[in-house]
């Protein structure tokens, strides 16, 4: 099993609708969790950290599950402006890896 | 400014041959990683230094060295390279405590022919 696992997509959704990414991850020590874009031929960004609580940013809001060990990432109202690759990260607990999943290809069409 | 800036951009070279890239960051951070991203897209860490020591070593042909002259740079050098060794190379800094958001320079486009 993969570290972090993420549905490569892609997702073609058009303008204005709702879309949500999973991310699983299998060590369960993991401590922390980040959701990061990365534009065609560009470097990964931070889009989010996700707290154990859940957290929203705007148009996009990010949970954790750590019973399940999943985390997963909302966007509403998309804009075309989204397409990118999303990254799910976790970081390993005394390691100081950070382990990128492969991404969720997100296409937001018009 | 650059907050973390990679030379070069693009590199084309032939098999057998060594190349370096560096990196630098003006962020005032203390540790910096390698990563690299393959064809299908998955990045994976390949080297990380706090404060000029390794600190994360994963398994990597010796062939790719290291060299963390002081805590805003760490450079990648490459010996021998092969065609596998096609990718990107990015380079990445943070603040090691509390995970922190690390953030990633351009990229370098390294091709083997």
């Known amino acids: 099993r993969k570290e972090v696992e993420q549905d490569p997509g892609p997702f073609n959704v058009p303008e204005g609708a709702t879309v949500a990414f999973n991310c699983t991850y299998s060590n369960s020590a993991s401590q922390s969790f980040f959701w990061y874009r990365q534009d065609c031929r560009k470097e990964p960004k931070l889009l989010m950290s996700v707290y154990s609580s859940g957290n929203e940013d705007g148009r996009f809001t990010a949970q954790l599950n750590r019973a399940s060990q999943y985390i997963s990432l909302l966007i509403r109202d998309s804009k075309l402006s989204d397409s990118a690759t999303y990254l799910c990260v976790v970081a390993e607990t005394g390691t100081y890896k950070y382990i990128f999943g492969t991404g969720t290809r997100l296409k937001v069409l018009a | 400014d650059t907050a973390v800036s990679q030379t070069p951009k693009y590199l084309v070279t032939q098999m057998g041959n060594d190349k370096s890239i560096k990196c630098e960051q003006n962020?005032?951070?203390?540790?910096m990683y390698w990563y690299k991203q393959d064809s299908k897209k998955f990045l994976k860490i390949m080297f990380s230094y706090n404060n000029k020591e390794l600190i994360i070593n994963e398994t990597v042909p010796n062939r790719f060295s290291p060299k963390s002259p002081d805590k805003a740079h760490l450079n990648l050098h490459i010996n021998s390279l092969e065609l596998g060794d096609s990718a990107v190379y990015f380079c990445a800094s943070s603040l090691l405590q509390d995970y922190n958001e690390q953030f990633f320079g351009p990229g370098t486009r390294l091709t083997v022919l």
């Open positions: 962020l005032g951070h203390d540790t």
